[in-house]
Structures are given as structure tokens and as C-alpha cells.
């Protein structure tokens, strides 16, 4: 028998199994054991001395854990904001049609999203749509086509407009912003402002009879109300601008995005396109 290599056996057998502690053979119930040691009674005299066994120190407290992570606010609006949006007015209201205010927005630096983003995203639809529906942001995949709801949530808005028996033919949809925000956080409200003069612009131009804000950022900002996305749907608002030649109704419905994460709210989602259908019934010459 071969006892070192038996050993170095037993001992790799040892690690594999994840036992990296030597203890005694007889278990110590720590918990039992007194508060303070007890007197150690008086040697005998000539006795041997006994050993000392150094006392083992104990392990520091854990330390808390770090705070959460929280995402980085925004960044704020850059010098200059105001002279941009005035720019963004001036340039939107010399568009004559959709194709002019494409080329506007193509145009123009006043929102730093573009510098970011990789292409322009409009809209997408018909521009003489019945029905315009306006979003919050672009993502990744509308970044890289130039077009809006073309990601999986873009995806299932097809399926929700197909269910009231309507399609991108019959409808124009867009955003509040034209460029995709780095990594799709949320919108400063710098960059919505920037970026509403031709939302507004689109709107008059289209001159729909009805008008969707989708998701509670696109609600707050084309219906300029403060109460969240579950307060706003289900309502009917107007929308107006100076130079349109009469209100538009809107409404709020969920985000296409966020009925992705939260399907439980499909059917709330399924009444508010009913009604939309109805209105557009009732709106019908």
C-alpha cells in the first residue's frame, strides 16, 4: 500500500466533493456552550503543563449590502433649447405636406437625439388616414428600418389594429419624438419639446377625426394632462391647434410595449379598441 499517494487521493476526493475545512471527529454544540469560560482549576503541583489552544477570532459582521442601482436620470435640456424649439416652429409651420415635413426634420439639429440615433424615424401609413396614432419613442429595430412599430411591439399593434378590422394602410402612426433615445431611456421633456412643433404639424396636416396617444408619456404630452396612462384610457378628450380647422377627439390606450410585459391588461386593452372602432362608427360620414 502505497499510503502517501493514498492520501494525496483521499485528499484531491476531499476537494472534489467541496470539503475544504478540517474539523474534529466529536461534534461541539457552540450554542450550548456557557457564556463565560469556566475556572480552570489549580494545576497540580509537578503536573505538566496543559497546552494552550490560541482562541480563534471571530468573523468580522457582514457589511450591508450597497444600495440599489438606480438608473441615471436624464440629461438635461442643453443650452439653447429654447432657440431650438423656435426653430422646430418656424420650420414645421413652412410645411405644406408630410413629404415637407420629412424634409424639415431631416433638416434640422436642434433635437441632440439625432446625433445618436442612426436614422430618422417619421411615421409610417397613410396620409390621409382617418385614425393617427402617436407613440413614445422609437427602439432598436424601428433605429435601424427609419420606420415606427416595426419590433415586436410594433408586432402586436398590427394584431390589435387588425382586430377592429384596420391596418397601417388605414391609419398613420408616429412618435412624439423622430429619433431613438440611447438606449431607449425615456424622452427628456427638452426633446419632446423640441420634436412637438412637427408632431403637431403631422397631425394638421393629416387632419385625422381621431386621434391615439399610446402609453402614459405620448397621454401627458398630446393631451397635456398629468394623471397616468390607467386614469387617462377610456376617456374621450379633444385635441386642437391653432391652425387645424377643428378638434380632433383622442384617446389614451396602453402602450403595445407594455401590454407585452403585462398581458393581464389585454382585455382592458381589447374595450379601449372597441371603443375606438364605435367612435370611428359614430365619426363616419
Same mark, same amino acid.
Given at each position: 500500500?502505497?499510503?502517501?499517494?493514498?492520501?494525496?487521493?483521499?485528499?484531491?476526493?476531499?476537494?472534489?466533493?467541496?470539503? %475544504?475545512?478540517?474539523?474534529?471527529?466529536?461534534?461541539?454544540?457552540?450554542?450550548?456552550?456557557?457564556?463565560?469560560?469556566?475556572?480552570?482549576?489549580?494545576? #497540580?503541583?509537578?503536573?505538566?503543563?496543559?497546552? &494552550?489552544?490560541?482562541?480563534? $477570532?471571530?468573523?468580522?459582521?457582514?457589511?450591508?449590502?450597497?444600495?440599489?442601482? !438606480? !438608473?441615471?436620470?436624464?440629461?438635461?435640456? $442643453?443650452?439653447?433649447?429654447?432657440?431650438?424649439?423656435?426653430?422646430?416652429?418656424?420650420?414645421?409651420?413652412?410645411?405644406?405636406?408630410?413629404?415637407?415635413?420629412?424634409?424639415?426634420?431631416?433638416?434640422?439639429?436642434?433635437?441632440?437625439?439625432?446625433?445618436?440615433?442612426?436614422?430618422?424615424?417619421?411615421?409610417?401609413?397613410?396620409?390621409?388616414?382617418?385614425?393617427?396614432?402617436?407613440?413614445?419613442?422609437?427602439?432598436?429595430?424601428?433605429?435601424?428600418?427609419?420606420?415606427?412599430?416595426?419590433? &415586436?411591439?410594433?408586432?402586436?399593434?398590427?394584431?390589435?389594429?387588425?382586430?377592429?378590422?384596420?391596418?397601417?394602410?388605414?391609419?398613420?402612426?408616429?412618435?412624439?419624438?423622430?429619433?431613438?433615445?440611447?438606449?431607449? @431611456?425615456?424622452?427628456?421633456?427638452?426633446?419632446?419639446?423640441?420634436?412637438?412643433?412637427?408632431?403637431?404639424?403631422?397631425?394638421?396636416?393629416?387632419?385625422?377625426?381621431?386621434?391615439?396617444?399610446?402609453?402614459?408619456?405620448?397621454?401627458?404630452?398630446?393631451?397635456?394632462?398629468?394623471?397616468?396612462?390607467?386614469?387617462? @384610457?377610456?376617456?374621450?378628450?379633444?385635441? !386642437?391647434?391653432?391652425?387645424?380647422?377643428?378638434? &380632433?377627439?383622442?384617446?389614451?390606450?396602453?402602450?403595445?410595449?407594455?401590454?407585452?410585459?403585462?398581458?393581464?391588461?389585454?382585455?382592458?386593452?381589447?374595450? %379601449?379598441?372597441?371603443?375606438?372602432?364605435?367612435?370611428? #362608427?359614430?365619426?363616419?360620414?
Amino acid at each position: 500500500m502505497n499510503a502517501p499517494q493514498d492520501t494525496r487521493a483521499l485528499l484531491r476526493w476531499y476537494l472534489e466533493a467541496g470539503v %475544504d475545512e478540517t474539523i474534529g471527529e466529536v461534534p461541539v454544540d457552540r450554542t450550548a456552550a456557557p457564556a463565560t469560560p469556566a475556572a480552570t482549576p489549580p494545576e #497540580a503541583p509537578g503536573a505538566a503543563p496543559r497546552e &494552550v489552544l490560541a482562541e480563534r $477570532p471571530q468573523a468580522p459582521p457582514p457589511s450591508a449590502p450597497p444600495p440599489p442601482l !438606480s !438608473s441615471p436620470p436624464p440629461p438635461p435640456s $442643453p443650452p439653447g433649447a429654447d432657440e431650438a424649439v423656435r426653430s422646430a416652429v418656424a420650420l414645421a409651420a413652412a410645411a405644406r405636406d408630410l413629404d415637407d415635413l420629412r424634409t424639415a426634420l431631416a433638416g434640422f439639429d436642434g433635437c441632440a437625439l439625432k446625433k445618436t440615433a442612426m436614422n430618422l424615424v417619421f411615421g409610417d401609413g397613410n396620409p390621409g388616414a382617418r385614425i393617427v396614432l402617436i407613440g413614445e419613442a422609437p427602439g432598436a429595430d424601428e433605429d435601424r428600418q427609419g420606420l415606427p412599430f416595426v419590433g &415586436v411591439s410594433g408586432q402586436l399593434l398590427d394584431r390589435m389594429l387588425a382586430s377592429i378590422g384596420l391596418d397601417r394602410s388605414q391609419v398613420f402612426i408616429s412618435n412624439t419624438v423622430f429619433w431613438r433615445p440611447p438606449g431607449n @431611456r425615456t424622452p427628456t421633456p427638452g426633446e419632446v419639446a423640441t420634436c412637438q412643433p412637427f408632431v403637431e404639424r403631422m397631425v394638421e396636416l393629416i387632419d385625422p377625426e381621431i386621434l391615439v396617444a399610446m402609453g402614459g408619456a405620448a397621454a401627458k404630452t398630446l393631451l397635456a394632462r398629468n394623471e397616468g396612462i390607467g386614469r387617462l @384610457r377610456g376617456r374621450w378628450y379633444t385635441y !386642437s391647434t391653432a391652425k387645424m380647422p377643428r378638434p &380632433v377627439q383622442a384617446t389614451a390606450i396602453f402602450h403595445p410595449a407594455y401590454l407585452l410585459r403585462s398581458p393581464g391588461q389585454k382585455r382592458t386593452a381589447w374595450l %379601449d379598441l372597441l371603443a375606438i372602432k364605435a367612435k370611428l #362608427a359614430e365619426l363616419a360620414p
